[in-house]
């Protein structure tokens, strides 16, 4: 089912302290794996703002959708405004739905809540399908009287039932990046397992929605779980997807994680840092066996591995760095980085984050990534402020983590 390979950053330097390194999982599916078919619902905002270049935009990018399934792949859609409106769904009158989706028109406030429901209970529980929900959407969450909700802790808490039910969540945030709340539709976004779109021209919005659907019609497996067990006193002390792009993961118990739905045409790499701790005095100098992982999930059999790193008392043995591991390790620290921008408020603290995420793209030769810090931190400098579409782009940007062999 998956070819399993490990690697780490750099070996153990031995001494008495501690050590924390990188350790990149890398799941590869075996050749011909089968695809599963797809059962997809749009949720596309159509308030009052959405009027013009933004809904034509949308509009666009849902034909294109129709016209992309596969004759196994379902596709439901609604407009939500004031209300949600269900449109039809695609396998049942295709016409019908195009004619739906030409007739929108942009009025009323914002209801994401209503819309978050409406996704969830389209669908529902189903083993062999991969679920995918779109939110789309060019404003704050508002209430019926259309106030801007101030607090958006409890749609953020609710989307961990669409992961805790098999459902992806991609948001689109459409337009000018200063009329939406990024920092909210990002963290949606990685509750849900999912991604986070931005289409700050609405005429990107097609291309990039379509490649996100033929990214979701090569999901070939789903619930997979990577069970982590310490040896030896080490410690798992974090981790992330970082491909096929960055996303953070979170535990379902202790040191056990269940995996974002898995592609059958690129590989899945998983990071984790590891607290090694220093070798006995009593020990050989050799490897030391740190962690147990075991991937198992519905229907296969269950890969297991127990990983050793290298020890060694040569400082220059110790620097010997795996440049790919490395790489990705830097590109984790620029997102995580990147995800605290859109919600920090004190200049200090923004302009040390842009240095950080401008530091580590110079050294994993991310020179585009590098060029938005470094543009960023002129505009704070004579600002004082940062200009939300800057930000949310570049945040964008970061979570494109590229080919493992580019």
Same mark, same amino acid.
């Given at each position: 089912?998956?070819?399993?390979?490990?690697?780490?950053?750099?070996?153990?330097?031995?001494?008495?302290?501690?050590?924390?390194?990188?350790?990149?999982?890398?799941?590869?599916?075996?050749?011909?794996?089968?695809?599963?078919?797809?059962?997809?619902?749009?949720?596309?905002?159509?308030?009052?703002?959405?009027?013009?270049?933004?809904?034509?935009?949308?509009?666009?990018?849902?034909?294109?959708?129709?016209?992309?399934?596969?004759?196994?792949?379902?596709?439901?859609?609604?407009?939500?405004?004031?209300?949600?409106?269900?449109?039809?769904?695609?396998?049942?009158?295709?016409?019908?739905?195009?004619?739906?989706?030409?007739?929108?028109?942009?009025?009323?406030?914002? !209801?994401?809540?209503?819309?978050?429901?409406?996704?969830?209970?389209?669908?529902?529980?189903?083993?062999?399908?991969?679920?995918?929900?779109?939110?789309?959407?060019?404003?704050?969450?508002?209430?019926?009287?259309?106030?801007?909700?101030?607090?958006?802790?409890?749609?953020?808490?609710?989307?961990?039932?669409?992961?805790?039910?098999?459902?992806?969540?991609?948001?689109?945030?459409?337009?000018?990046?200063?009329?939406?709340?990024?920092?909210?539709?990002?963290?949606?976004?990685?509750?849900?397992?999912?991604?986070?779109?931005?289409?700050?021209?609405?005429?990107?919005?097609?291309?990039?929605?379509?490649?996100?659907?033929?990214?979701?019609?090569?999901?070939?497996?789903?619930?997979?779980?990577?069970?982590?067990?310490?040896?030896?006193?080490?410690?798992?002390?974090?981790?992330?997807?970082?491909?096929?792009?960055?996303?953070?993961?979170?535990?379902?118990?202790?040191?056990?994680?269940?995996?974002?739905?898995?592609?059958?045409?690129?590989?899945?790499?998983?990071?984790?840092?590891?607290?090694?701790?220093?070798?006995?005095?009593?020990?050989?100098?050799?490897?030391?066996?740190?962690?147990?992982?075991?991937?198992?999930?519905?229907?296969?059999?269950?890969?297991?591995?127990?990983?050793?790193?290298?020890?060694?008392?040569?400082?220059?043995?110790?620097?010997?760095?795996?440049?790919?591991?490395? !790489?990705?390790?830097?590109?984790?620290?620029?997102?995580?980085?990147?995800?605290?921008?859109?919600?920090?408020?004190?200049?200090?603290?923004?302009?040390?984050?842009?240095?950080?995420?401008?530091?580590?793209?110079?050294?994993?030769?991310?020179?585009?990534?590098?060029?938005?810090?470094?543009?960023?931190?002129?505009?704070?400098?004579?600002?004082?402020?940062?200009?939300?579409?800057?930000?949310?782009?570049?945040?964008?940007?970061?979570?494109?983590?590229?080919?493992?062999?580019?």
């Amino acid at each position: 089912m998956f070819d399993l390979q490990l690697d780490w950053d750099l070996p153990a330097k031995i001494s008495s302290q501690d050590t924390r390194h990188v350790l990149r999982v890398r799941l590869t599916p075996k050749a011909n794996s089968p695809q599963l078919p797809l059962q997809m619902a749009i949720a596309l905002d159509t308030s009052s703002s959405m009027t013009g270049n933004k809904l034509e935009g949308a509009k666009t990018a849902c034909r294109t959708v129709m016209g992309q399934l596969r004759d196994s792949d379902r596709l439901s859609l609604a407009s939500f405004a004031t209300g949600v409106s269900a449109l039809g769904d695609r396998s049942a009158d295709p016409n019908r739905l195009e004619a739906a989706i030409n007739s929108l028109q942009a009025e009323g406030v914002t !209801r994401t809540d209503l819309a978050l429901t409406w996704l969830q209970e389209q669908l529902p529980p189903a083993s062999g399908i991969a679920r995918v929900a779109v939110l789309i959407t060019d404003g704050h969450p508002t209430n019926r009287q259309g106030r801007t909700l101030e607090d958006t802790t409890p749609l953020v808490e609710g989307v961990r039932n669409f992961a805790n039910a098999g459902i992806t969540l991609f948001t689109v945030g459409l337009g000018d990046a200063a009329n939406f709340n990024t920092d909210f539709l990002v963290q949606l976004a990685d509750r849900g397992c999912g991604g986070f779109l931005y289409a700050d021209d609405p005429s990107q919005l097609e291309p990039q929605l379509q490649a996100q659907l033929s990214r979701c019609q090569a999901i070939g497996f789903e619930d997979v779980q990577l069970i982590l067990t310490p040896l030896n006193q080490a410690s798992v002390e974090s981790f992330c997807r970082y491909r096929p792009d960055y996303l953070p993961l979170e535990e379902i118990a202790p040191n056990e994680l269940v995996l974002p739905p898995i592609s059958t045409r690129e590989p899945t790499d998983i990071l984790i840092e590891i607290r090694v701790p220093p070798l006995n005095v009593h020990q050989a100098i050799s490897e030391q066996e740190v962690l147990k992982l075991q991937v198992q999930g519905s229907g296969m059999t269950p890969i297991t591995a127990k990983v050793a790193i290298a020890h060694t008392q040569s400082y220059k043995a110790a620097q010997q760095v795996n440049r790919e591991v490395e !790489r990705d390790r830097l590109g984790w620290d620029i997102n995580l980085n990147s995800s605290e921008l859109p919600r920090s408020q004190d200049p200090n603290r923004t302009g040390e984050l842009l240095s950080n995420i401008q530091v580590a793209a110079y050294k994993s030769g991310r020179t585009d990534i590098m060029q938005q810090a470094d543009e960023q931190l002129q505009t704070l400098q004579q600002s004082g402020q940062l200009n939300p579409g800057q930000v949310t782009g570049l945040l964008r940007d970061t979570r494109k983590t590229g080919n493992p062999n580019s």
